[in-house]
């Protein structure tokens, strides 16, 4: 008994180093997660920034397009006012230059307008490239960091789980299986010592007669209170 109690202690000592190092395994894993789920949160904002700049910019230029032809147009009837003989087409003519003029002066703001716009979006594009590369630099060095301690962390679980698999084979098949319910169970803890008459695992006292067969080491015995498998410590 004592010697299956042995195998026991073993397999809980390697389970829970197996599973600590999965619980820092997939913490790395989660943080060179949030490094690329940051980077893509910045990329599509810069998507929808640059696609909002492309097309300020076909405005600017359309407007841009429309004012040079309005001046060729003011330009063109100008050129007609030497050449008018009466004072009522004078006039007609000067009113349409008018407001044509006052067209351009209208297009002249538009355009002054879009490229402002277009110089504030430049300006926070600027700022969120930058806050791209500084998470693109950190996932960088971070990231071959945690691509080592990952690998690390493979070999060392790959060395205790092979290690695992020996001590278990000499553990009888009923016992494993309600060994590893109560490790799932019971948060890692499958076993508890029980040390003046109490159970360790849960700090209830034991039927007395239950403790007493336990020191005689004759049968396996579980916690009628928390079900872990029982066993006191050796002095040494
Ligand atoms: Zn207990």
Redesign the pocket.
């Known amino acids: 008994m004592q010697e299956k109690m042995n195998l026991l202690r073993d397999l809980q000592e390697i389970d829970q180093e197996i599973s600590t190092i999965e619980t820092t395994r997939s913490g790395y894993q989660q943080e060179l997660s949030v490094f690329s789920e940051q980077a893509a949160e910045v990329q599509s904002m810069l998507d929808q920034l640059n696609s909002e700049i492309d097309q300020l910019h076909q405005d600017e230029a359309q407007i841009e397009q429309e004012l040079l032809k309005q001046r060729d147009n003011v330009a063109r009837v100008e050129a007609r006012l030497p050449g008018i003989q009466t004072q009522k087409e004078y006039v007609a003519v000067l009113k349409e230059i008018d407001v044509a003029k006052k067209g351009n002066k209208d297009l002249e703001e538009q355009m002054q307008s879009k490229r402002k716009e277009i110089a504030i979006l430049v300006e926070d594009q600027q700022e969120k490239q930058a806050h791209l590369d500084a998470i693109t630099e950190n996932a960088r060095a971070r990231g071959s960091e945690l691509d080592q301690l990952l690998s690390e962390a493979d070999s060392q679980l790959e060395k205790h789980t092979s290690n695992r698999e020996k001590v278990a084979a000499d553990v009888p098949k009923s016992l494993l299986r309600k060994y590893q319910g109560l490790f799932k169970r019971r948060n890692g803890m499958a076993l508890?010592v029980a040390r003046n008459g109490a159970?360790l695992?849960?700090n209830?006292q034991l039927p007395p007669q239950l403790f007493n067969q336990l020191l005689q080491g004759a049968d396996l015995q579980t916690?009628p209170?928390?079900?872990?498998i029982l066993y006191v410590e050796v002095e040494a």
């Open positions: 508890a159970c695992g849960c209830m916690c209170h928390c079900n872990r």
